[in-house]
């Protein structure tokens, strides 16, 4: 009787495994598409109780979001969604207030804002790099 608990964990461990590395692969195609039409820029929340949230915005030059695109759910089954909520403003102009007034989640929010942040990072990243090689 143990042994078949013992079977069926690994049987589910394995899936688990296979299924994740499946969506981590889908991401990473995703993420290479959305490169072809501009930077991108990734926040997420995870969530221990409360769904996790991905969101992706493609921007310009400027820092101005041109498309979104938005992933909740607590599955692997999860998928991207269009979150066109933030088109046309530029990715410095995302704030807590402008989230609420859209009446997005609060996980929503910190994805929003994550994006942003992980975004300004990576830039100031950059520009020290840029000065350590001159």
Known sequence: MIGYFVALAVIVWIAQTVL????FKKFNNHIK????????AIGRASGHFKAGVLVLFVIDEQCRI???????GRTVFAGFKPFDNFNGLTLFELSDDLCK?????KQQTLAVISAQKEYESYKLM??????AVT
Request: no cysteine; proline share 0%.
């Open 126 to 131: 950059k520009a020290q790099e840029n000065l």
């Open 20 to 23: 994740g590395l499946r969506q």
């Open 66 to 72: 041109l498309r979104g695109e938005i992933m909740e």
């Open 33 to 40: 598409e959305l490169r072809k039409e501009g930077r991108v």
């Open 101 to 105: 007034s859209m009446k997005l989640s």
